[in-house]
């Protein structure tokens, strides 16, 4: 292996030790505890996956989790009147609804219905919004990209004027990381599944985000000798060799393309573990919003 490990679990680890510090002094100087409501409608089983570990990560830090569940087969009214309750909430800082949402509930909505200081997964159409305006700054980055950019930046001396190619476009993944690299001064290329030619332009990055969900679909003949390439990809492929008859890969290629990044993370172990020390952060930063 030639490029350098970017490794996730560490990093992420060093930021939650930071954040059950900041929530530690806050207690013992009289403050309030952070409070995290997560908001799980229906009952898919990844997002209670997700959920569950989101409020142990809490616990872990000394954050107060609150945990609503509502039905698939609630109303918008009454998904939207759970959440103005925990807009009015003083012991909520942040509030997190657990997406997809299950058909019927108009996702736009609903979002758009959390208080911009408690909207600790950065998914409210102004706090996106903000992220693609010059001279304008969101309240929240959403979680997941901005642990992209956290490992860049320790990546990186510096992300001015360097070719970064984004590959997908969504509102979760892509596109933010997308308005990120561009806040950073990089020069974006985003790619999708209309794209041309596709490896080439892969090989023009020395940065390469990838976050297509197609299992291992980067080579290592895409990639530029020395890119540094987050992957952001949680894919399963079957391997009867694991008890549970599944592996878990990213979008890249790991063992060709580790042979000619100059840095890569790994899946697992990578952005995952990032995106939950995010949504810590940035509901410590919520709840310090609220002293003022
Ligand atoms: P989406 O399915 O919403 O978006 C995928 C994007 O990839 C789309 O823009 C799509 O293009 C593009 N795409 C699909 N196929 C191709 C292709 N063959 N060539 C080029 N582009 C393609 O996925 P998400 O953004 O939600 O997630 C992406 C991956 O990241 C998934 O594996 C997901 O599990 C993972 N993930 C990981 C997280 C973490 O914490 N580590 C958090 C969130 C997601 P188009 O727009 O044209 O359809």
Redesign the pocket.
């Known amino acids: 292996m030639t490029a350098q490990l970017i490794d996730g679990t560490a990093i992420a680890e060093q930021i939650r030790a930071g954040v059950a510090a900041d929530v530690k002094a806050r207690k013992e100087a009289g403050k309030s505890i952070p409070g995290l409501a997560t908001v799980l409608i229906g009952e898919n089983p990844a997002s209670q996956v997700y959920v569950r570990s989101k409020q142990k990560a809490c616990a872990e830090v000394g954050i107060q989790s609150f945990g609503q569940t509502l039905p698939a087969t609630v109303s918008q009214a009454e998904a939207e009147a759970l959440i103005k309750e925990l807009n009015d909430n003083p012991a909520v800082n942040g509030i997190l609804v657990q997406l997809p949402l299950p058909k019927g509930l108009d996702e736009e909505r609903i979002l758009n219905t959390i208080r911009l200081d408690k909207d600790v997964d950065g998914f409210h159409p102004v706090n996106i919004g903000r992220l693609a305006q010059k001279g304008r700054d969101p309240l929240f980055v959403p979680c ?1 990209p901005s642990g992209v950019m956290y490992m860049l930046e320790k990546s990186l001396p510096s992300l001015e004027g360097v070719n970064a190619v984004v ?4 509102n ?3 596109m933010p990381v997308a308005l990120l690299l561009v806040r950073a001064n990089a020069t974006v290329t985003i ?5 041309h030619n ?1 490896p080439d332009v892969v090989r023009s990055a020395d940065v390469l985000v990838a ?4 299992a291992e ?1 980067v080579r290592g003949s895409w990639v530029k000798p020395g890119a540094v390439v987050i992957d ?4 399963r492929v079957e391997d009867a060799t694991r008890p549970r008859g599944y592996r878990l890969v990213g ?1 890249v290629a790991f063992d060709e393309v580790k042979e000619v990044a100059g840095a890569i993370t790994p899946v697992p172990g990578g ?2 573990p990032m ?1 939950i020390a995010m949504l810590l952060k940035n509901t410590l930063a919520a709840a310090e919003m609220s002293d003022k």
């Open positions: 997941t590959l997908g476009r969504s979760i993944v892509g790619c999708h599944s209309r794209t596709l976050a297509v969900g197609k679909m952001v990809g949680i894919n979008d952005v995952g995106t």
